[in-house]
């Protein structure tokens, strides 16, 4: 079946040490978009591909990088992880152009921070 | 700024009975979407149903329906006959019909649902 895969499903990095999760898709979407979810918190756009075309959220921390090397894929790299980014990170991509399209969702990456 | 906002943290429902999940969103814009997702414990969320807000009929897929109040700002989902299945966190998000495809989101409802 067509999905959105990330992984791992559960990474544990420690204070300051840079990690990177992943993310792939089957759908030949053209956005994909990088979500942050903390525990009890509403998930949190970070920033966005449309193509190769970067689209970063204005709030967005520097330490939150991202690189999408082909269609399929997409990383986000995390410099210098904080305590405060132990989250649950959402990865979706969605098709662009006029209209409606709707995004799908992997299942996400729960980053733990020691 | 878009936000959405669900007052309920955790609600709950015998099977077969009825719930219904509130949400509340602020917004400039006269054309947009809302949405709710549903996501299941450690599973991906997954996209339960979708209102434009031009169209004043109120959505429905199977169980699921809206009651959408434009003026009021509203968007509650309504689970009828609800199923052990059902038991997730729910959503309840807002994209702007134009310009970035950006969802904005409610901090979620958890439904347990009680056999």
């Known amino acids: 079946d067509a999905m959105v895969i990330q992984n791992p499903r559960y990474q544990v990095t420690q204070f300051g040490k840079p990690v990177t999760l992943s993310c792939s898709q089957t759908?030949?979407?053209?956005?994909m978009y990088w979500y942050q979810q903390k525990s009890s918190q509403a998930p949190k756009l970070l920033f966005h591909y449309y193509d190769k075309d970067f689209n970063n959220e204005a709030d967005t921390p520097d330490n939150f990088q991202s690189r999408r090397p082909n269609t399929s894929f997409c990383f986000l790299d995390i410099r210098s992880p904080g305590l405060g980014d132990a989250a649950m990170y959402l990865c979706a991509t969605s098709r662009a152009g006029p209209g409606y399209y709707e995004q799908y969702f992997g299942p996400g990456t729960r980053l733990t921070v020691t | 700024a878009q936000t959405v906002t669900q007052s309920q943290p955790e609600m709950s429902v015998q099977e077969a009975e009825t719930v219904t999940l509130s949400c509340t969103y602020d917004t400039s814009e006269s054309d947009y979407y809302l949405f709710w997702y549903k996501q299941p414990p450690s599973r991906q969320m997954i996209l339960v149903i979708r209102q434009e807000a031009y169209k004043q009929q109120n959505a429905t897929e199977n169980r699921f329906s809206v009651n959408f109040q434009k003026a009021a700002k509203s968007f509650s989902l309504k689970i009828s006959d609800s199923q052990l299945g059902d038991a997730a966190m729910y959503f309840c998000a807002y994209r702007a019909k134009t310009g970035a495809n950006n969802l904005f989101f409610g901090t979620g409802t958890r439904l347990t649902v009680i056999p």
């Open positions: 759908l030949n979407h053209n956005v």
